[in-house]
């Protein structure tokens, strides 16, 4: 696991005591370890780049992508139509997160859902900025934008103040988007741990990762 300069963590001290909260809440990843800083951005800018990106352990590993799809409420295939500026948790501004709202178009349910009650949208919140409007990614998993295309895993989100169903990926190797030609999954080293070491992805289509999902028997 990649970790940064002494002075590095020293000068970003408080941001990431503040950024592992958001951590456990959003993505179900623990202690955050390491940060690196990558410029400069404007307050809770959607469109803009997240300058800060945290490594941190996963609560759940998958090392196959049976063990993953297993573990995921819904699989689906989607295009991502909107991103916004979603809702802040915390107790005080000082430790709050604010997340991204992701609005993914539903092409295709692989798995999970009644197909006579598929979604034809679903809401999936993903790491955005912390108290100071800092944006920052997790483990590789990068800034949902308009118009991605992809394979997405999704566990559904129980905090009791949510009214409607929202989802984030059940790991951080749980997203799969198209990149031209060739598929590119996401996770900090996707090609060197997880469930995308054994399933090379870049080997695939998208057709050819929806049928092996499809294959994959439902004990969880």
């Not at 300069?5 to 993505?27: D, E």
């Not at 995921?72 to 991502?80: A, K, N, Q, Y």
């Not at 915390?90 to 991204?100: L, N, Y």
């Not at 955005?128 to 998993?141: A, C, F, M, Q, R």
Request: hydrophobic content about 35%.
């Amino acid at each position: 696991m990649s970790s940064t300069s002494s002075a590095s963590r020293r000068s970003s001290k408080l941001k990431t005591g503040l950024i592992i909260g958001a951590v456990t809440i959003a993505c179900g990843i623990g202690v955050g370890v390491a940060m690196e800083n990558r410029g400069d951005s404007r307050p809770f800018d959607v469109d803009g780049g997240p300058p800060q990106h945290v490594v941190g352990h996963e609560s759940r590993v998958f090392n196959s992508l049976a063990s993953m799809t297993q573990a995921s409420d819904l699989v689906v295939v989607g295009r991502v139509e909107s991103v916004e500026r979603g809702r802040t948790v915390g107790e005080t501004p000082d430790d709050s997160i604010t997340f991204r709202e992701i609005h993914l178009e539903v092409i295709d349910v692989v798995r999970g859902a009644d197909r006579m009650r598929s979604p034809s949208e679903v809401v999936i919140e993903e790491e955005g900025w912390d108290g100071d409007g800092t944006g920052y990614t997790v483990n590789g998993i990068d800034w949902s934008r308009a118009g991605d295309v992809g394979v997405y895993f999704l566990t559904l989100k129980s905090e009791p103040q949510l009214s409607e169903d929202v989802y984030r990926l059940v790991s951080s190797y749980g997203r799969v988007l198209e990149k031209g030609e060739t598929l590119e999954a996401s996770g900090e080293a996707a090609t060197e741990e997880g469930p995308w070491v054994e399933t090379d992805v870049s080997q695939l289509t998208r057709d050819d990762l929806v049928e092996k999902i499809r294959a994959i028997g439902h004990t969880r």
